[in-house]
Each structure stands twice: as structure tokens, then as C-alpha cells.
């Protein structure tokens, strides 16, 4: 098994390479032909190669051979989708009854900062367009959609004293239904960055530990509604992204604390920690009074990566261990253990809230399962100074992430049109990192994928399609060495408005061409996922 999975990982490490070159060259070396081992890129077993094939740079789908690694690499009832969010796909913000949510007060107020600021009201029109948009899902193969359902749009106040707005109930209802039709399983998101804004103006909201009360009450009315058709539940997405980006850094937050310059801050703490209170609280109730009987599972999300040191310097090791307890361990730490890591109680003090002992019981194996959201990995450098950390890391951490070690190298490569590093051993070492230190949960892949900016064609995504085999095989490895890995999605189903860079990632595996009434186009990547997913269309 040793040797099986260390070849597995070198030939991780050519495909990263070969893409690599593949972003370099493709724009000096249109029509240069490469020869390869077939057994590079063919099946979960990789075969043992006799004989060479030659494929086109431009033509990915030669050598990425769908007939060979496909869905049937994976165990039978291994869920394979594509993703989105209320916030970022569904548009109609003033219509069907919707109430505003924090999104929409941040844009309108800032709508100078945002990219494509002024499409965010109406997005791509799923609210309009859900029928469409499932026949598509429905072409791809997928088995599973994740999407979230938006707080304001049903409980438009956030409050059932406020009243329930049936117009959004029937418009999700309508939506699971018809992805059921289809043969497409709803995996549902409680709560994606978005929710009612009269709740931020009236206590300031998940600041408040009032808001336990309220979020439990939504999340009630969404298990009564929707619990017999909805088998997989997440309750919150991304929890740290929300507590580091938008109330540490102050991101697209101008209520936020200004701890920046003291690097001394506390509300980041106490809206993760009253995140966590709230999805206890939500498993609490589903286990109690629905789940027997409805049959189904309930998690939380959160996005990930395996951090390497920076150097061999023991303060660099050190300090690696640190970003992985102050970002993962920070949400799961209470969850598989009752309580946050002693680390980060030793250096954030009396800014980190206490949970109560009955709090601890109730948040100790709260979920069913974890979503990770994968996208890259970093090297994590020592820096005593917390003045000197910056970027998007925790001040309390006293570390650094860098792109580029002790020694200019990088994890994987620099991809040319997702500017980001594309590193898919760091899936499998962080599947593997949960798999030792966290019970080997039962782990949901929930977002994995890359943008496109700038990319002459959005159609021709041949990047993607790279992006996404490789971090399948990493999967595959992970499963094949014992990680408990269940379901894998694409981030995203369509082009999604990402917030300052609004639609200008293209994100999507359709693409939305707004010149031409929202059409929504297939790139290479959604047809090459349909193959992988549907290998006889392929042949």
C-alpha cells in the first residue's frame, strides 16, 4: 500500500508540472505535440504503461481519459456535484416578498469597491431561471447540487414574530422538487455569509448571542418544511472566513472593530464562537426531533488547506502547527473535543469566550459530518511580531503564510489565469491530517475549483479541467488510503458573483454570457465533467 500511494503521489506531482507547463505554453506553443506515458493519466490503478500516446496541448481531453478514470474509479455511492449560493446566484434581491440581507447593504453602500456591483441585485436570475438551471445540472450527471437557502428570503426580518414569506418557501420547495425529478440529491447550505439584515441593525447580529434563538427558529421551520426531501444539511459555511476576513481585517465591513493597528482583536472570537453555539444548536434539534425520522445528516462547513514550514528552523515547524489549530482546529477542536485548542486559549487570552460545561457536551460531536472547501495551500513562517502579520492571518497566530519557502520554492504551481497556486497533494496531506488527528470523520469535498481571470476564451477552460482531474486523483489516493471522503463538489455549478471581484473569476462550469439574456454556455470543463461522470457519452 506504501509504495501503491507514493507512486500515486509522484504522479500527483507530474500532473501539477504538466499543467504548469500546459499554462506556460500555451499561448507560445499553440499546436506543440508532447509524448507521454499512458500510464500518467489512465485509471485509479494507473497502468503500467507499455507503449506512449501523443496528444495535443490544446486538446486536455487526450490524455485526461475519461474511459479510464472516471466515476467508477470512486465507490458506488460516492456523490459527485457542483455548487453555489443564494447570495451569489439567485438575483430577484427586492422581489418575491425577499428581505434585504448584510450583502446587500454592503454593496449598495460600497458598490464602487465591487466589480460588476451593479448586477449583484439581480445576479444570473435563478430565482427566475431554477428550472433551466436544473435541466443543466441534470446534462452534467451530477448526482447532487449544493445550494443555500436565503434567511431573508424566507423569514424576511429573520424572525417568525416577523412572519413567514410563503413566497420564498414555495420558491425552495419548487427547487428541491425539481432537482428531485431529476435525479438530483439537495445539499443544503443553512447559512452562506448572507442573512436578514434587521437582525445586524437590531442586536448586530451573530455579535449577539441572541441570535442562538433566532437561527434556531429558521433552522426549525427549514427541517419541518423540507426535512423529508433534504438528506444532507450543512449549517453554517465557512465560519473562520466570516470571523477573519470580515471582523479581524475588516473586509467589506465598515461596522467591524478597528483592531488592525492594535492586532488586538475580539470580535472575531465571539462571532465564531456564537457560530459554533448556533450549529450545536441546530444538530441538537435535528437529532432530537427530526432526524429518526427523516433520515438524514447534518454538518458545517468549513475552507481549509495543509500548511508546510516555512523552513526547518523549529520555530517555522512550530509555527506550521499553529495555522493549522488557529484556522481548523479553531472550529474543529470543540467539535471532536469539547473545547478550543490550548493554543490558541494560551496566546488570544481572555479575548477567546468559555464555553460552558453544558455547552461542551452539546458541541462535542455535533456533526454528522465536514465539509471541506479546498482551494490551495501555503508554507507557514514564524514572526514573533504580531505587527508584522498581515494578509488575511490570524494576528493571535504569531505566523505568516508565504507563497514561497526559505528557498524560492513554491507549493505546486502558479496558475496563469486562476493567479492562485494550484497544489492537489495538499488535498490528500489534509485528508490525511484529519484522517490521524480528527477520528477519520465521514468528509464531504464541498468547494473545489479554480477562476479564470482574464482568460481570453471562458469558454476554453482547459486550465479547470487540469485543476479538477488532479484533485480527483488526489481524492481517489486519499480514499484508498482510508479517508472517509463521501462526496466531491465543484465550486461552482455557474458563474457566481464573488464579491469584490464580482463575476470576473468566471468561476462557473457555465458560463453566464450577460450580453445575451444570461445565456448560460457549457465551458470544456462542464463537458469533460460530464464524461468523467457519464463515461459512455464520452466513448
Not at 435563478?126 to 428570503?153: A, C, P, Q
Request: hydrophobic content about 35%.
Amino acid at each position: 500500500m506504501e509504495s501503491s500511494l507514493r507512486f500515486i503521489l509522484a504522479i500527483l506531482s507530474i500532473v501539477v508540472l504538466l499543467s504548469n507547463f500546459y499554462a506556460q505554453a500555451q499561448d507560445d506553443l499553440p499546436k506543440k505535440k508532447l509524448s507521454l506515458r499512458r500510464d500518467l493519466f489512465v485509471g485509479s490503478e494507473f497502468a503500467s504503461g507499455q507503449g506512449q500516446i501523443s496528444f495535443d496541448i490544446n486538446s486536455t481531453s487526450e490524455f485526461l481519459n475519461t474511459s479510464k478514470f472516471n466515476r467508477t474509479s470512486f465507490p458506488s455511492d460516492f456523490i459527485f456535484g457542483a455548487g453555489s449560493s443564494a447570495l451569489q446566484i439567485e438575483g430577484a434581491a427586492h422581489e418575491g416578498g425577499r428581505g434585504l440581507g448584510i450583502w446587500d447593504n454592503r454593496v449598495e453602500q460600497n458598490k464602487a469597491r465591487f466589480i460588476d456591483g451593479d448586477k449583484f441585485s439581480t445576479a444570473i436570475e435563478h430565482y427566475k431561471r431554477y428550472k433551466e438551471d436544473v435541466l443543466h445540472l441534470k446534462t452534467l450527471g451530477v448526482n447532487s447540487y449544493r445550494f443555500s437557502i436565503s434567511w431573508s428570503r424566507v423569514l424576511p426580518d429573520g424572525t417568525l414574530k416577523g412572519g413567514i414569506n410563503q413566497e420564498g418557501i414555495i420558491f425552495y420547495s419548487n427547487l428541491i422538487d425539481e432537482l428531485l425529478a431529476n435525479g438530483i440529491e439537495p445539499f443544503v447550505t443553512i447559512l452562506h455569509f448572507d442573512y436578514p439584515l434587521a437582525l445586524q441593525e437590531k442586536f448586530g447580529g451573530f455579535l449577539n448571542r441572541s441570535i442562538v434563538n433566532y437561527y434556531k427558529d429558521y433552522c426549525e421551520l427549514l427541517f419541518k418544511t423540507y426535512g423529508d426531501r433534504v438528506k444532507h444539511w450543512t449549517t453554517i459555511n465557512e465560519a473562520e472566513v466570516t470571523a477573519i476576513f470580515t471582523y479581524m481585517h475588516s473586509f467589506d465591513n465598515t461596522a467591524a472593530e478597528q483592531c488592525q493597528e492594535t492586532r488586538l482583536c475580539t470580535q472575531a472570537y465571539t462571532v465564531l464562537h456564537n457560530f459554533l453555539i448556533c450549529h450545536a444548536t441546530a444538530a441538537k434539534l435535528y437529532r432530537g426531533k427530526f432526524q429518526v425520522e427523516q433520515r438524514g445528516q447534518i454538518g458545517l462547513v468549513l475552507s481549509s488547506q495543509i500548511y508546510v514550514s516555512f523552513s526547518s528552523k523549529p520555530e517555522d515547524v512550530a509555527a506550521t502547527q499553529r495555522l493549522m489549530d488557529f484556522y481548523l482546529g479553531w472550529i474543529l477542536e470543540p467539535l471532536f473535543f469539547g473545547d478550543y485548542p490550548e493554543i490558541m486559549r494560551k496566546l488570544v487570552g481572555n479575548r477567546l469566550p468559555n464555553f460552558t460545561e453544558e455547552e461542551k457536551k452539546m458541541i462535542k460531536g455535533s456533526t454528522d459530518f465536514i465539509g471541506i472547501n479546498y482551494y490551495n495551500s501555503h508554507f507557514a513562517r514564524h514572526e514573533s511580531n504580531r505587527t508584522n502579520v498581515n494578509g488575511a492571518d490570524n494576528f493571535d497566530a504569531l505566523a505568516v503564510s508565504e507563497e514561497t519557502n526559505s528557498e524560492g520554492k513554491v507549493l505546486g504551481h502558479k496558475d496563469l489565469y486562476g493567479l492562485s497556486y494550484v497544489y492537489p497533494k495538499g488535498l490528500y496531506d489534509l485528508l490525511m491530517y484529519l484522517k490521524k488527528k480528527y477520528q477519520n470523520p465521514n468528509i464531504y469535498i464541498t468547494e473545489n475549483g479554480i477562476a479564470s481571470f482574464k482568460i481570453p476564451n471562458p469558454l476554453k477552460d482547459q486550465h479547470r479541467i487540469i485543476y479538477i482531474a488532479a484533485h480527483l486523483r488526489a481524492i481517489k489516493a486519499a480514499i484508498d488510503n482510508g479517508s472517509n471522503v463521501r462526496g466531491y463538489f465543484i465550486w461552482a455549478a455557474f458563474d457566481t458573483f464573488e464579491f469584490q471581484a464580482g463575476y470576473s473569476g468566471h468561476w462557473g462550469l457555465y458560463h453566464v454570457d450577460f450580453n445575451d439574456n444570461l445565456k448560460r454556455i457549457p465551458k470544456d470543463s462542464a463537458e469533460w465533467y460530464r464524461k468523467f461522470l457519464i463515461p459512455e457519452c464520452g466513448q
